[in-house]
């Protein structure tokens, strides 16, 4: 019973580190100047840009939803 609380608490923690990385603003601003230096130098077409660049505002508003912030 102990070794399975611990567990599911190991659980609980790994996925909260991993969305606060996900969603977090830092990575995500990252993410973005590495697509905008990849249009820059042609590796994507605007097209291919526009929709990265949709996903990761998506991904910014919701961790701001869940309380995510600098």
């Known amino acids: ?3 399975q609380k611990f567990t599911m608490w190991v659980l ?11 969603y977090s603003p830092e990575v995500i601003r990252q993410e973005l100047e590495s697509l905008r230096s990849r249009l820059e130098s042609k590796e994507l077409t605007i097209d291919e840009f526009s929709k990265q660049e949709e996903l990761l505002v998506e991904r910014l508003m919701v961790g701001r939803n869940r309380g995510i912030e600098e």
């Open 1 to 3: 019973m102990v070794l």
């Open 12 to 22: 609980k923690e790994l996925i909260t580190r991993a969305e606060d990385e996900w």
